[in-house]
């Protein structure tokens, strides 16, 4: 088994905003692309374009339509990958010591070389977070990609987890949220940022921010109607020509 660090110098870890996440997948697509060339072992595919593929993604996105108490119905994307517990049973439950928690920076990983598959980790973790590489028989999961983040030949603004850069809505963002100063700590503290299921008790480090309830509408309203100039009632010029023409055939 595997002990969890007692403290850790830094807790990264991200913020993901559910009101601005519009549901594209790109930082799937991100994720998988560059864990793929990064990491010892690429993360694999089974029969990508049959009748029944699967493979292992370290980020998935899930959509849920829900219905507010006020307020219209809307459609929620949901973006999970490994939150990086402070608590984590996917650690503690490990026979080899394979996962671990890094007292550095609080980041969970997996040492391949020690994995034996044995998925005790995923029964273990209570938000699905752990994905068994079919090819490989060792459990993977999100790194918060330790080989960019600390990688000095990038540039600055590139030293953030793959999925934070490709975000084109600014849905997520990444720093230290142990710091109470830090960016991502107070975009938490100012939309009241929440745990996944805190009945859980795993202290999870990445936080999401609620959605916003959706304006109503209680009838047609054209807001920009008395500013438009009237349509004309005839088509005229070349439209005109072409709507006579054809009204003689």
Wanted: charged share 20%.
């Amino acid at each position: 088994m595997t002990d969890l660090p007692s403290h850790t110098e830094r807790q990264l870890g991200l913020v993901i905003d559910l009101d601005t996440c519009v549901g594209c997948h790109a930082c799937v697509v991100a994720c998988k692309g560059w864990n793929t060339q990064s990491q010892p072992s690429p993360l694999s595919d089974q029969d990508p374009r049959g009748a029944a593929p699967s493979g292992t993604f370290l980020n998935r996105v899930h959509a849920y339509e829900v219905t507010p108490q006020t307020g219209a119905a809307q459609v929620v994307h949901f973006p999970k990958s490994c939150l990086h517990c402070a608590d984590a049973p996917c650690v503690t439950v490990c026979p080899t010591g394979a996962s671990f928690k890094r007292a550095e920076d609080g980041i969970v990983l997996v040492n391949e070389s020690e994995c034996i598959g044995c998925g005790l980790c995923a029964w273990a973790c209570p938000y699905g977070a752990r994905e068994m590489d079919m090819a490989e028989g060792v459990m993977k999961k999100c790194t918060l990609c330790v080989d960019r983040i600390y990688n000095e030949t990038l540039p600055e603004q590139d030293r953030e987890p793959a999925c934070v850069r490709t975000c084109p809505a600014g849905a997520r963002h990444f720093g230290d949220l142990s710091d109470p100063e830090s960016a991502v700590s107070l975009l938490v503290e100012a939309r009241g940022g929440m745990d996944l299921m805190p009945e859980q008790g795993t202290r999870p480090a990445n936080k999401y921010l609620p959605p916003r309830p959706r304006d109503s509408w209680e009838g047609e309203v054209d807001l920009l109607a008395p500013w438009l100039e009237p349509v004309a009632e005839e088509p005229r010029g070349l439209l005109g020509w072409i709507d006579r023409t054809l009204a003689r055939l």
